[in-house]
C-alpha cells in the first residue's frame, strides 16, 4: 500500500511521475471510443512493440477492443517504487489487463528490452504456448537509446540537422515564450547511432524471428510507424538524423514485405501517422511549436484526431481483416493525409510566420497541446479528484 496525493512533477515538457486514476480513465475512454468505432470481429492474434503509450497503446486497443483481437504487448515501463509514482504507461497497462481480465479479453504484455534478445525469446515462447503465429505485427517504439544485443554498445539517437546548421522558431519550455534555436548539424557517428535506434534494425530482427519460429501466421501483416511532417520541421525531422533512421526503416519494409510475402502471403508496410502530442515528441524542437498551431488548425476546420481516430482509421480503411491499404508511391499507407493537406499546411505556415511571444496564446493551441501532454500523465483528466490520496502501488496481474 503507498496512499499519495499526486501532482504533476514536470519540468520542460518532461513530465516525471503520473497519476493511476488519470491514466485508467484515460484508458477507459480509449476503450470506449474503439469498442464504439467497432465492434468488428475476425482478428485473431496481434503483437504490439510498444504497447503502453501513443500509438502503440491505441493500436492494441482497437485491435482488442475494436477487432476481437488477441495480443500480446511489450514495453519498458517502471512500477511505482517507494514514494514515486510508476510510469504512465506502467498504469495504462495496469488498466488495459484490468479491463480486459472483467470483459474476457486476452491481453498480456511482457514488461522489458524490447531490443534484447531475451526479450524477444520471452514473447516467442509466450506466443508459442499461449497464442499460436500472430496475424499482425505493429512496431512502435520511441526511445533514446538501443543496447546492442550481441555486445555491450550503446547508441543513442541525437535531434539534429544533417549538413548544415539549422536556425529556427520554437517555444522556450522555461519561459514560454517564443524563441529561435540553433542546432549544428550531426557528426557521421550521431547519424550511424540514430539509425540504429530509430531505423528499422531492431524491427527486423523481430520479424525474422517471429518468420524463423513459424509465427507468422498466412498472410501476416507487419506495420511500423513513421512520420514526415511540414517543411518547417524538415531539417530537424525529415532531413535530419530521425528523418534518416525514418528512411531506414522504410527500406527495412521493403525487404521484410518481400520476405512475408514468400514466406506466409504476407505484406509489410510503414504508416506515416498525424503528429500526436507524445513524451518522446515533446522535447523535439519546433515539434510543441507547430503541433500547437496544427491543433488550432485541425480544431477550427473539425479535422483533429488522436491516436485512438488515427488507429480506428488505419484497422477500418487498411490493415483489418479483408482490407486492402491505399498506399503512396513509396508503398507507404499514409493516416497522415488531413495533416497535410494544402488547405491545413498553408493555414499552418501562415500562422508560423506570424506567431511570436505576444500571440501565442491567441493564434495557437499551446494551452490545448500542454493539457493534452498533462493528460497524456493522467493530469487534467476530467472526473479525478486530484486532492485526494490514491493508491500509487498498482499492479498488472
Ligand atoms: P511513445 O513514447 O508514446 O511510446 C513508445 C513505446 O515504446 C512505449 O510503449 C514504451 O514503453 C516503448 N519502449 C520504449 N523503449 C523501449 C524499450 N527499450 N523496450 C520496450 N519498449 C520500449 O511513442 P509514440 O509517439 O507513440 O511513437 C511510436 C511510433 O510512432 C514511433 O515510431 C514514432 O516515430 C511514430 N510516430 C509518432 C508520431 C508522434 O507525433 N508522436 C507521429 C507519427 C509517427
Redesign the pocket.
Known sequence: MALAVVTPRIRRLICANAHPTGCALNVQELIGKVGQAGPREGLGNVLV??????????SLATAVWGWGASAL?????RPAQQSRTA?A?WYNVAEIHCLAREQRRHVETL??????HA?REQAVEALRSRYGPVEIVI?????P??KDPDSDTVWSSVIKPIGTPHGGKHIELRTETVTGHDLEPATEDEIEATVKV?GGEDWELWVRLLAAEGLLAEGARAL????IGPRVTHPIYRTGT?GRA?EH?EATAERLNSLLGDLVGGNCWV???????????AVIPA?PLY?SLLYRVMKDTGTHEL?SDQMIRLFEDHIGPGRTPTLDSFRRIRL?DLEMSPDTQRRVQELWERVDTDNLNEISDWSGFKREFLQ?FGFEVEGVDYEAPVETEVSWD
Open positions: 512493440i510498444g504497447s503502453s503509450t501513443g500509438y502503440g497503446l491505441a504487448g511489450v514495453c519498458y515501463e510510469s504507461g514488461n522489458g528490452d524490447a531490443f534484447s526479450i512496431y512502435s517504439l520511441a526511445s537509446r538501443r530509430m511500423a510507424y513513421s512520420y530521425i525514418k526503416l504508416s506515416v501517422n498525424k503528429a500526436a502530442v507524445t513524451q518522446a515528441s515539434v503541433k491516436p497522415d497524456l
